[in-house]
DNA sequence: TCATTTGCTACATTTTTGATAGCAAAACTA
DNA sequence: TAGTTTTGCTATCAAAAATGTAGCAAATGA
């Protein structure tokens, strides 16, 4: 699985839209999840292992790879951190957190729920 | 593979907070392309496999049959539509848009892209 | 009535992910 | 400084998800 990057073509995109290649690369089991969870500060590796918990090291290391090569995460001596354009990319995720918690998770009390 | 939703354990989170439901929902396959593109306006069945070049329909189907579930597309006379939650949702997705082509793109561009 | 189009299912193959074990290097500890 | 932990990560195999292709039944159009 090769990494997304704008400008190449993607998963189902061969316009290399950089929309196109974020989705790819977040579109990935986990990849939301680590971000959202570095935010909070650095991890070690099994740190991240434990938060995601049922990611495999095998896919944890590889998702991890593919946010360094996008410039979202990079290690220091602390762990792992995401790095400026990571914390940017989460600034526009967190508004989602409150979406769904306020707005979407509404959606499902209603009674007699349909479905 | 069960429809993620708020207050049910996930992938990775058993707690069930809605952001992780939601992250989980948009983390699959195509889900994120589908909302983005059906924000252009209602598409059939058959145009969203032409738009996303390289979805098979049965992956196309459960992806909106999920979407469904969880309130973000429905569907209509003009085929498939986003429901009031899914415009929310992309209004929310689509500042990232241009952070990536503005931004993120812009880090691929520098000499000598280390890795 | 006959040909198209549309939404979708079936099914075999490939790709991705998970689960578990475990190793080498670094960081403690006694 | 020898022994124990911890850490990052690889290897391997099984399970799950996605793709590719064919095709069918219902709706639409000519």
Redesign the interface.
């Known amino acids: 699985m090769n990494t997304p ?3 190449m073509p993607v ?4 316009t290399g ?7 790819d690369l ?8 680590i971000v ?1 969870h570095l935010y909070q500060g650095p991890s070690t590796f099994r740190e991240l292992q434990d938060y ?4 495999s090291p095998t896919t944890l290391n590889t998702r991890l790879g593919e946010l ?4 979202l995460v990079e290690r220091s001596l602390a762990g792992y951190v995401l790095t400026e ?1 990571g914390r ?2 989460y600034e ?1 995720l967190e ?3 409150s ?3 306020h ?3 509404k ?2 009390e209603e009674k007699g729920s349909k ?1």
């Open positions: 990057k704008p400008g998963r189902g995109s061969k839209q950089p929309i196109m290649a974020l989705l977040l579109g990935r089991s986990w990849a939301m999840g959202w995601c918990e049922s990611i360094k090569k996008c410039h354009y940017e990319l526009l508004p989602m957190g979406w769904a918690r707005r979407w998770a959606s499902f479905k």
